[in-house]
């Protein structure tokens, strides 16, 4: 595709509740980052995988996080037993390898009820 | 750890008015600084950079300004413009990783 795809745009789940939210980056890039925005914050970083290196995870909050990328291309990133507090906008980006300009996807809005 | 972080957390512009929004840094070793604007509903969305070699780069109506001597960071934009009310946040890059790391963010509200 052109641009970063992010699935699902939206998603509701009921607090304890796994979810498992997808990113397809573009074609190419080998960095891809996944971040966390609160409503009205800034980017939190969470985890960041950069070709076949093994990913920075310094950024995941808890161990109910966990992302994998295959190779180059789609990454999953899973949030297990969800809490509210994990509520927010989760955004992807992606970007040639060690590049300043990341495009971004439009983001998952996660509501855990 | 080291952050990057911003002044003022809402910025009002007339429209036609120069922008100026500033933001401090702390990791000296970053290579690059960047500046990133999102606009409401959307991903973020590349701006200007700037190598830490440098202490100017003007792009297209944004001019980015690095000071070392005092870790400070801030971007001008030209002429404001209804269609630059977003807000705005400085990021910076170091190190053989790569890895981009963003600061807290500043809304920029144009007024007619």
């Known amino acids: 595709g052109a641009g970063v795809s992010q699935s699902p745009s939206n998603k509701v789940t009921e607090k304890g509740k796994d979810v498992e939210l997808r990113c397809d980056p573009i074609?190419?890039?080998?960095?891809l980052y996944w971040y966390r925005q609160r409503l009205g914050q800034g980017l939190e970083f969470l985890i960041y995988f950069q070709g076949n290196s093994a990913p920075d995870k310094s950024g995941l909050p808890s161990d109910r996080f966990s992302a994998e990328r295959t190779g180059e291309s789609v990454s999953t990133l899973t949030i297990q037993r969800t809490q509210q507090e994990d509520s927010a906008v989760y955004l992807c980006a992606s970007s040639r390898e060690t590049a300043t300009e990341a495009f971004f996807g439009q983001g998952t809005r996660l509501t855990v009820v | 750890g080291e952050s990057v972080g911003l002044h003022l957390p809402t910025l009002s512009v007339q429209e036609g008015d120069n922008s100026i929004i500033n933001c401090a840094y702390s990791?000296?070793?970053?290579?690059?600084f960047i500046w990133y604007k999102q606009e409401s509903g959307k991903g973020p969305q590349f701006i200007i950079d700037i190598r830490s070699n440098m202490d100017k780069r003007q792009g297209q109506r944004v001019t980015v300004l690095l000071n070392k001597t005092v870790k400070h960071l801030s971007l001008q934009i030209a002429a404001t413009q209804p269609g630059d009310s977003a807000v705005y946040f400085c990021a910076e890059m170091g190190g053989s990783w790569g890895k981009l790391q963003f600061g807290a963010g500043t809304q920029v509200v144009v007024t007619p």
């Open positions: 990791n000296s070793a970053s290579d690059y």
């Open positions: 074609s190419g890039h080998t960095a």
